[in-house]
């Protein structure tokens, strides 16, 4: 979804994502706990949930500024900005994911294939989270 424009259909489709996302978390978690089995791939709807809660969160918080504001200049500089929030957040979503499979890999003694490609996954988000921060400080100059 393009995220440099906020619409209701969008939240909404972030509102049912993210319920979807926090009943497979649950679901996942659950049968993990009954038998006794990793529960990584509860993590990954628990990540996905959250990025999901944090997009619809943004668009209250961007809706309460419009309201605000007269200037149609105004408003799309906001959306601009909160869009590059919400991809500076899910960049650094997926990183702190990545990394958590990668550590999970790397204790369990996974394939060296898989850890390398994680290690890959690790270094290439956080080199996209850390460009997207540096474009949303020279846009707040």
Same mark, same amino acid.
């Given at each position: 979804?393009? /995220?440099?424009?906020?619409?209701?259909?969008?939240?909404?489709?972030?509102?049912?994502?993210? !319920?979807?996302?926090? !009943?497979?978390?649950?679901?996942?978690?659950?049968?993990?706990?009954?038998?006794?089995?990793?529960?990584?791939?509860?993590?990954?709807?628990?990540?996905?949930?959250?990025?999901?809660?944090?997009?619809?969160?943004?668009? !209250?918080?961007?809706?309460?500024?419009?309201?605000?504001?007269?200037?149609?200049?105004?408003?799309?500089?906001?959306?601009?900005? %909160?869009?590059?929030?919400?991809?500076?957040?899910?960049?650094?979503?997926?990183?702190?994911?990545?990394?958590?499979?990668?550590?999970?890999?790397? !204790?369990?003694?996974?394939?060296?294939?898989?850890?390398?490609?994680?290690?890959?996954?690790?270094?290439?988000?956080?080199?996209?989270? /850390?460009?997207?921060? %540096?474009?949303?400080?020279?846009?707040?100059?």
């Amino acid at each position: 979804m393009d /995220y440099n424009s906020f619409t209701k259909p969008k939240m909404w489709a972030n509102v049912v994502g993210g !319920v979807l996302c926090y !009943v497979m978390f649950a679901y996942e978690l659950y049968a993990c706990l009954e038998h006794d089995t990793n529960a990584m791939s509860a993590i990954l709807f628990l990540f996905l949930a959250i990025n999901c809660t944090f997009r619809v969160f943004s668009y !209250v918080k961007l809706d309460r500024m419009k309201k605000g504001m007269d200037d149609e200049k105004q408003i799309i500089r906001a959306e601009r900005r %909160q869009g590059m929030i919400i991809t500076i957040f899910s960049n650094a979503t997926w990183t702190l994911c990545m990394l958590v499979y990668l550590i999970h890999s790397l !204790v369990v003694k996974g394939p060296k294939a898989l850890d390398i490609f994680l290690a890959f996954c690790v270094i290439c988000f956080g080199v996209i989270l /850390y460009q997207t921060i %540096q474009n949303l400080r020279r846009f707040d100059r």
